[in-house]
């Protein structure tokens, strides 16, 4: 969706150049977020009736349990609705985030699992007829997220075929096969120190979903 992609190509400029408000967590991250994508969205309304919703932590009930979301209550970061004008439905997104800034003992592993589980229950939003596309958005300033040649047991870098995950105490499989294309960007800082930021935004749609043969469930 123009929409998003144009908003995460804003925020990630915006990290870069250091002209935005202090990333230190998810939360703030969704907020910073979630304003640029207000602004965006509303550029895009083109006809007097066209309208565009933002909602933070949207709740949806899924059909089959994951491994975020046993009870099958889910929160969705950010859903968006856009209502253009002659249309008979509303065109629905939702978008899971990841912040993972570079620290010491960082279980790094355990984080890759949470983005599969993002992504296991953004399938789920789709198969429900909550969204109609999804995306998982990943920002970390730790490059070996983006390594294609990491030793961790769960390997979600630059080019390589992603289709679930395990690690010794959890397994999360994923409907879809997707391939995450980072991007890297570097910033001079005080005394000639190079700050690298990651970011990933991989799409999840109904054939990546439906890739297995199975079928939407209509609710």
Same mark, same amino acid.
């Given at each position: $969706? ?7 190509? !804003? /925020?990630?400029?915006? =990290? ?6 202090? !990333?230190?967590?998810?939360?703030? $991250?969704?907020?910073?977020?979630? !304003?640029? +994508? ?29 491994? @975020?979301?046993?009870?099958? @209550? ?5 859903? *968006? ?10 065109? @629905? ?11 010491e003992g960082e279980a790094t592993t355990d984080n ?9 229950? =953004? ?7 909550? =969204? ?21 047991? *769960? #390997? ?16 999360? &499989? +994923? ?19 190079? @700050?690298?930021? /990651? ?5 999840? &749609? ?8 199975? #079928?939407? !469930?209509?609710?």
């Amino acid at each position: $969706m123009e929409i998003v992609e144009r908003s995460c190509e !804003i /925020f990630q400029a915006k =990290i870069v150049n250091n002209n935005i408000g202090e !990333i230190s967590n998810e939360a703030s $991250m969704q907020l910073q977020l979630g !304003i640029i +994508l207000q602004q965006v969205g509303s550029l895009y309304k083109w006809g007097k009736n066209d309208r565009f919703d933002l909602i933070l932590e949207k709740t949806f009930g899924i059909s089959e349990a994951t491994n @975020k979301t046993p009870n099958k @209550k889910a929160r969705c970061d950010i859903y *968006i609705e856009v209502h253009a004008e002659g249309e008979d439905k509303p065109y @629905k997104v939702g978008i899971e985030l990841k912040y993972f800034p570079k620290c010491e003992g960082e279980a790094t592993t355990d984080n890759r699992i949470a983005i599969l589980e993002d992504i296991q229950n =953004i399938e789920q939003y789709i198969v429900n007829n909550h =969204i109609d596309l999804g995306y998982s958005y990943v920002y970390t300033t730790n490059e070996n997220y983006a390594r294609s040649d990491t030793r961790s047991s *769960i #390997n979600l870098g630059d080019g390589v075929e992603v289709h679930g995950g395990k690690c010794k105490s959890e397994t999360v &499989n +994923l409907k879809g096969t997707y391939v995450p294309q980072w991007r890297e960007y570097s910033t001079i800082e005080e005394k000639s120190d190079i @700050k690298k930021s /990651f970011f990933l935004l991989l799409q999840v &749609n109904e054939n990546d979903v439906c890739s297995s043969g199975q #079928n939407i !469930i209509i609710k």
